[in-house]
């Protein structure tokens, strides 16, 4: 009986943590490089729209190896348009404790840097650090042999 209980609680232990190899293990650049689909949440913006309002953006980021990126993305803004195919470009920066800060410029004339936690090989989270416009996200892997097949099964 105690065999089980020891057993059952590193199960529990390793699921919760990972594995000591993932535990003890570095991030960087080459970990992330690939491509990348996003999602906010509903943000405050104040891009000098005529309403200072709440916003959300939908896109793909491309991450090379050197951490450089660039993708585009659409957004809603309140009591306004909605902004297609923003394009935008900047660069990753990885720390080894899976912090880092994502630097970039938009087609619409705005840059910013955000702070990101790599939580695995296929998620990240972001958040500005502007605050003026408050942003958090998600960002997902997109598995290469899926693209254009609608579906991503990691």
Same mark, same amino acid.
């Given at each position: 009986?105690?065999?089980?209980?020891?057993?059952?609680?590193?199960?529990?232990?390793? $699921? =919760?943590?990972?594995?000591?190899? *993932?535990?003890?293990?570095?991030? /960087?650049?080459?970990?992330? &490089?690939?491509?990348?689909? #996003?999602?906010?949440?509903?943000?405050?913006?104040?891009?000098?729209?005529?309403?200072?309002?709440?916003?959300? $953006? =939908?896109?793909?980021?491309?991450? *090379?190896?050197?951490?450089?990126? /660039?993708?585009?993305?659409? &957004?809603?803004?309140?009591? #306004?348009?909605?902004?297609?195919?923003?394009?935008?470009?900047?660069?990753?920066?990885?720390?080894?404790?899976?912090?880092?800060?994502?630097?970039?410029?938009?087609?619409?004339?705005?840059?910013?840097?955000?702070?990101? &936690?790599?939580?695995?090989?296929?998620?990240?989270?972001?958040?500005?650090?502007?605050?003026?416009?408050?942003?958090?996200?998600?960002?997902?892997?997109?598995?290469?042999?899926?693209?254009?097949?609608?579906?991503?099964?990691?």
């Amino acid at each position: 009986m105690k065999r089980q209980a020891l057993a059952i609680t590193a199960i529990a232990f390793f $699921a =919760l943590t990972g594995t000591p190899s *993932e535990a003890n293990a570095a991030c /960087s650049i080459k970990d992330i &490089a690939g491509k990348w689909i #996003f999602a906010t949440g509903v943000g405050r913006q104040s891009l000098g729209f005529p309403s200072d309002g709440d916003m959300t $953006a =939908l896109g793909t980021m491309n991450i *090379e190896r050197d951490g450089s990126l /660039s993708g585009t993305f659409d &957004a809603t803004v309140e009591d #306004f348009a909605p902004l297609l195919s923003v394009t935008y470009f900047g660069y990753v920066q990885v720390n080894p404790d899976c912090t880092g800060t994502i630097t970039f410029a938009t087609s619409a004339e705005s840059s910013r840097t955000d702070s990101i &936690a790599i939580i695995n090989r296929r998620e990240i989270l972001g958040m500005s650090q502007d605050p003026a416009n408050l942003w958090t996200y998600q960002i997902r892997r997109i598995a290469a042999n899926l693209v254009g097949h609608g579906r991503d099964s990691d």
